[in-house]
């Protein structure tokens, strides 16, 4: 069975930085493309970015509204995956999930961080 | 960039009343389109891929039709599992472009 926990989630000052992990189970990862998902306090879904596999080139896609602050990377010899945000701003205040993508959807989805932006 | 519009925001229904979401986008997905099911606290599961194939284990009361920008996802007999919001998404083939929301809650 697939499972994804991540960590890393906390109370983080505006300007500030954090990185976020998923540790994933269960999977062939190394071959698995990666994405992280976010959803605002009673709001709705929202796409953040994503990672291929390194047999794919290992390329990154973000959102516009984090590209330039979000970096999306991967360890494979640890089965982990990365989200280190920068610049943090309160509008980022979100739980965020990582999630496997199978073609055109995500299969697979962690529980979620908590980052919570606030001075 | 695209646009996913779902209809409507908020549903009242009953125990074992035919439910329809609708989601419409605002160019072309290509049929790359999937609804999940989010219940409070919890990740998103999805339910239905490429507007109309029915994700392994998913009860057969759900159902996903439409095609290019129109697309309907219908619960055939609701129950108390299924109050929840859905989600419907679209993948351009480097991004994902979710739509609002529908919340399914007790008439």
């Known amino acids: 069975e697939v499972y994804l926990v991540e960590s890393g989630g906390g109370l983080v000052q505006p300007g500030g930085s954090l990185r976020l992990s998923c540790a994933t189970f269960g999977l062939s990862f190394s071959q698995t493309w990666m994405s992280w998902v976010r959803q605002a306090p009673g709001k709705g879904l929202e796409w953040v970015g994503r990672?291929?596999?390194?047999?794919?080139?290992?390329?990154?896609d973000y959102a516009s509204p984090v590209k330039g602050r979000f970096t999306i990377s991967r360890d494979d010899s640890k089965n982990t995956l990365y989200l280190q945000i920068d610049s943090l701003r309160t509008d980022d205040t979100a739980l965020y999930f990582c999630a496997t993508e199978y073609y055109t959807f995500h299969n697979h989805w962690g529980q979620g961080a908590l980052v919570t932006v606030s001075s | 960039d695209i646009q996913m519009t779902q209809s409507p925001s908020i549903l009242s229904a009953s125990v074992g009343d035919k439910v329809t979401i609708t989601c419409r986008a605002s160019?072309?997905?290509?049929?790359?389109l999937a609804w999940y099911q989010q219940k409070p606290g919890k990740a998103p599961k999805v339910l239905i891929y490429?507007?109309?194939t029915l994700e392994t284990g998913v009860p057969s009361r759900f159902s996903g039709s439409g095609s290019g920008t129109e697309f309907t996802l219908t619960i055939s007999s609701l129950q108390p599992d299924d109050f929840a919001t859905y989600y419907c998404?679209?993948?351009?083939?480097?991004?994902?472009?979710f739509g609002q929301g529908t919340r399914v809650e007790i008439k």
């Open positions: 160019q072309n997905t290509n049929n790359w």
């Open positions: 490429e507007a109309s």
């Open positions: 998404q679209h993948y351009n083939g480097y991004s994902w472009t």
């Open positions: 990672i291929k596999s390194k047999s794919a080139g290992g390329t990154t």
